[in-house]
């Protein structure tokens, strides 16, 4: 029984093209994220989402853009993919929106842009 | 903003040895310190986490401590095991930047 499930688990698509990437909690947790792991594994978060808030890390691209249908949901549109978008894409949620506290990742999804 | 310097990159220990890895922040508003174990083609896992009014925590063969005036932390794990071979993640949270994560540690466990 997953917590924080997100599909497709590897996405191969070329330049230019629009992806989604969808993740769902059963957790009951009032925040989802986003985070990008390049080829260095480095962690960075793109977006925190509560359905009150959206925070967006400066340094996302705007064609990258969080839609959440309910609060279980959060899921990931990509526009006009790039070579520099391949990349790891976990979802993770957590119980409050603080930061003092443990979040759950979903298994990732490898995305590769030919 | 929040910076976690994370050391070292890469771990190499025989089984049964310990293993040390080591973590500095930089905002002194930061008071939880969790620790994420990454197995190759998962996600993140918490393994253990430490708050600022506590000075080491304990789990079976794992272990972190805290220098809140110092700012550094660090993970412990002794007696290691082939299934220890992982990356490590050490983060901070509580400030105004959100959780921020150290750039990890791929520990090898050699046989």
């Known amino acids: 029984d997953t917590a924080v499930s997100q599909t497709p688990k590897y996405l191969v698509t070329q330049m230019g093209n629009d992806k989604s990437i969808k993740c769902e909690q059963n957790?009951?947790?009032?925040?989802m994220y986003w985070y990008k792991q390049d080829s260095k594994k480095f962690l960075k978060i793109m977006f925190s989402?509560?359905?009150?808030?959206?925070?967006i890390n400066e340094t996302v691209p705007n064609r990258f853009s969080p839609k959440s249908p309910d609060k279980a949901h959060l899921n990931l549109h990509i526009n006009s993919l790039e070579l520099g978008d391949s990349a790891v894409y976990f979802c993770?949620?957590?119980?409050?929106?603080?930061?003092?506290?443990?979040?759950?990742f979903g298994q990732g999804t490898r995305l590769t842009v030919v | 903003g929040e910076n976690v310097e994370q050391h070292p990159s890469t771990l190499s220990v025989q089984e049964g040895d310990s293993a040390v890895i080591k973590c500095t922040y930089s905002?002194?508003?930061?008071?939880?310190f969790p620790w994420y174990k990454q197995e190759l083609g998962k996600g993140p896992q918490l393994i253990i986490d430490?708050?600022?009014?506590?000075g080491e925590k304990k789990d079976q063969r794992i272990a972190v401590t805290l220098n809140k005036t110092a700012k550094h932390f660090s993970l412990h794990i002794t007696e290691t095991q082939p299934e220890d071979s992982a990356v490590y993640f050490c983060?901070?949270?509580?400030?105004?930047?959100?959780?921020?994560f150290g750039k990890g540690t791929h520990l090898i466990i050699q046989p």
């Open positions: 983060a901070a949270g509580g400030g105004a930047d959100g959780l921020t």
């Open positions: 957790l009951g947790h009032d925040t």
């Open positions: 905002d002194s508003a930061s008071n939880y």
């Open positions: 993770a949620s957590s119980l409050t929106g603080t930061s003092d506290t443990e979040a759950f």
């Open positions: 430490i708050r600022s009014n506590v």
């Open positions: 989402y509560n359905n009150k808030e959206l925070i």
